[in-house]
Each structure stands twice: as C-alpha cells, then as structure tokens.
C-alpha cells in the first residue's frame, strides 16, 4: 500500500492540474466568477498539501503554518465559489471570524510538529464543515433548479463530510504513530486514497453542473414562454411526444383549452403590465391546483392548452372549474379586474394512440361552444 506522504503529493498534484485546468475554462469567457474561484481554491488546496507532504523537507514555517493557512483558505473559497454558482453572496465576514478564531489553536498553541494530530482534528473538522455546507447549497440547487447533477454533488460532498469526519475522530482519539508519516495506519491511506477519487469527481460534477444549467436554459429558450414560463407551441409537442413514448403511461388523456376573458379590458383599463401580471397569475394556478403530469402550454395571447394524462373527460372538466375558481380568487385579490376569468373546453382522447392537432381541436371548439364565462359544455369526443 502506498505510504500517507506519497497519496499526499499524488493529491496535491491532482488539486494543481484541476486548478490550472479551471483558470483556462475561465479564459474561455464561457463561466462566471465562480469558475475563478473554485480554480484558487484547488491551487490553495493542492499548494497546502504539497507543502504538507514535504513536512521534514522545508522549513516548517512553510509545511506546517502556511500549508495550514492554504489549506482552510482553498476550503473556504470552495464554499464560495458554490454559493456564486447557485447565485448567492458568499459570507465573507462569517469565513474571516472562524478563521479568526481558530488560528490562536492552529498558528499557536497546536503549532508545534509534534502537536500534528489536534491541528488534523481541528482542520478536518472545518474541512467537513465546508463539505456540509456544499451539500446544503447543493440541495437548494436541486429544490429550486432541480439538476441531477447536483444529485451526485451532494453525494460526493457527503462522502467527503463523512471522510474528515472520521479523521478527525481518529486524530483526536490519538493516532497509532509517533509521527505524522511514520508508520501511517492502513485506515489513514485508505481515506486519502478515496479522497483523491472523489476530489477528481467533483471537479468533473461540478463542470457537468454548469453544463447542465446551460443546457436547461437553451431549453427554456426553445420550449417555453418567456412572459409566463409555460410551455410554447414546440414544448407541449416535446411534452407530447415524451408521454406517448412512455410505455408506463396513463391510457387517458384529456385536454383544456383555456382562454383569459377579459384580458383586453384590463390592458386597456390598467394597463399591459396588469394584463401580463394576469397571465403570469395563471400559471402560477394551475402548478399550485392542477394535477401531476400535466403539461400547461401558451398557444396565442390569451389562450392556453392545458394537457392532463389520465384524466377522464369528467375530471379534465372539473378540473377547468377549479381552475377558474382559483384563478377568478386570486385575480381579485392582486388588484386585478373582477370580471377577468377563464372560459374553457374539455376533450377527452379515445384511442390509445391520441393525435395531438386533433384532440386539441377537440377542447377548442368545447370552449367555443360554451357560454361566456360559464363552465364548457359537455361534448362528445371523437376518437383523437
């Protein structure tokens, strides 16, 4: 098995080519800032274990204090350079008071070789902090962007959480060695070693991250309405097309053609930013009432198409007198006219293999055929 002071500069070297390799992706122009600073944390980290791994070779002002102080810096600007990607402020003031505080253990008190195993303990147990802190960050990326990307960097940043935890458990339980290279315990070259897979891994994740999110965006560009974030004419045929292809799919499909009534009379009255706050409140409705699996699509200026798998005719209906109850409440409570409401026609597919055109025809002559302002009529669906 390889020796701790070898896995340590195999380490270092890692971080050095990750950091150079993430300056030139930040040349490119192609990320933002937190690309810069996730490149000095990995030259901050590998400089710190390079100079560690020299320990009995340098001074040990060089191996022991500013190894140290590279170490909890490049950690510091990891935790940083994430909170950039997810698009918050990193704290700055809160990373300059903890390492205030402990730098009296770390360049004092524990700063002498032989006090090496509390300064790991103490090291270790920041390290896991900031790996914790990633996964936090990492969370909210899933919760508010939902990447499956920030899937594995949670995973990845919990391994590690779980690696300094352990070494720091270890460093203060007292190591099995007088030194800190002297006969190294097999558990102790065993974390490092999977540490320099993982450190590899989430460099990778964390790149696939930002491509992710790019990608997401040329989706949203493609497939969505820019005002109301509903899906275009070419979304719902994408959404379709998917549905379809699932072979575990509902059997049922309905559709909603929905239309904002008195859009025109709430532009002229309050003006177009009130008429658009309106379409934008719709969306907003049908992702808080409507059903799992739906696919809400803007078609014209004022009408939607709201595709519902699984639901019966009866159900698609009940489903657009929900709607409007909901949307009619909270157009009156946001200071919107009262007589804005939604007029809709249901159709239900009755073949296994529906046409999209045809059954969207369907719910639009329902609509045109209700009254104004009243629920849709029930109509009888031919096979779409």
């Known amino acids: 098995m390889l020796d701790l002071r070898t896995l340590y500069l195999a380490i270092a070297c890692i971080y050095l080519c990750l950091g150079a390799m993430q300056i030139a992706a930040f040349t490119t122009r192609r990320f933002g800032r937190w690309v810069l600073c996730w490149a000095l944390s990995s030259l901050l980290v590998g400089a710190g274990l390079l100079m560690t791994g020299l320990r009995d070779m340098i001074p040990p002002a060089l191996s022991i204090h500013a190894a140290n102080l590279a170490t909890i810096s490049g950690n510091f600007l990891l935790l940083a350079s994430v909170r950039m990607f997810t698009g918050r402020k990193p704290h700055w003031m809160a990373y300059a008071v903890i390492g205030a505080a402990v730098s009296p253990f770390i ?9 090496f195993a509390p300064r790991i303990a103490l090291v270790s147990v920041l390290c896991a902090g900031c790996d914790l802190a990633v996964c936090a960050d990492a969370r ?7 990447l499956a990307s920030a899937k594995i960097l949670m995973a990845l940043f919990g391994l590690t959480t779980i690696l300094f935890s352990v070494r720091a458990i270890l460093a203060a339980s007292g190591w099995s060695s007088p030194g800190m290279f002297e006969a190294t315990p097999p558990s102790q070259s065993i974390m490092a070693a999977a540490a320099g897979a993982i450190v590899v891994l989430r460099a990778l994740v964390l790149l696939l991250m930002a491509v992710e999110r790019a990608d997401k965006a040329w989706e949203r560009l493609a ?64 992702l808080r009432h409507g059903r799992p699996g739906q696919l809400l699509a803007r078609m014209g200026t004022q009408q939607f ?45 009755s073949s296994s293999n529906p046409v999209l055109g045809l059954l969207l025809n369907q719910a639009d002559g329902a609509r045109r055929d209700a009254p104004k302002h009243q629920a849709s009529q029930t109509l009888t669906a031919a096979r779409a």
């Open 305 to 349: 198409v709201l595709l519902l798998p699984g639901a019966a005719h009866a159900e698609a209906e009940q489903t657009g007198r929900h709607l409007r109850s909901a949307f009619e409440a909270l157009a009156g409570k946001s200071g919107g006219p009262r007589r804005a409401t939604l007029t809709f026609g249901a159709a239900e597919a």
């Open 107 to 115: 360049f004092g008190i524990w700063s002498d070789a032989a006090a």
């Open 223 to 286: 497939f969505r309405d820019a005002l109301t974030g509903a899906l275009n004419a070419a979304g719902l045929k994408a959404g379709f097309e998917r549905w379809r292809s699932d072979p575990a799919r509902a059997r049922k499909l309905s559709a909603l053609s929905i239309q904002v009534e008195g859009l025109d009379h709430t532009a002229d009255a309050k003006g177009p930013a009130t008429a658009e706050r309106l379409l934008k409140l719709l969306n907003a409705v049908v």
């Open 140 to 146: 909210r990326v899933i919760r508010d962007e939902g």
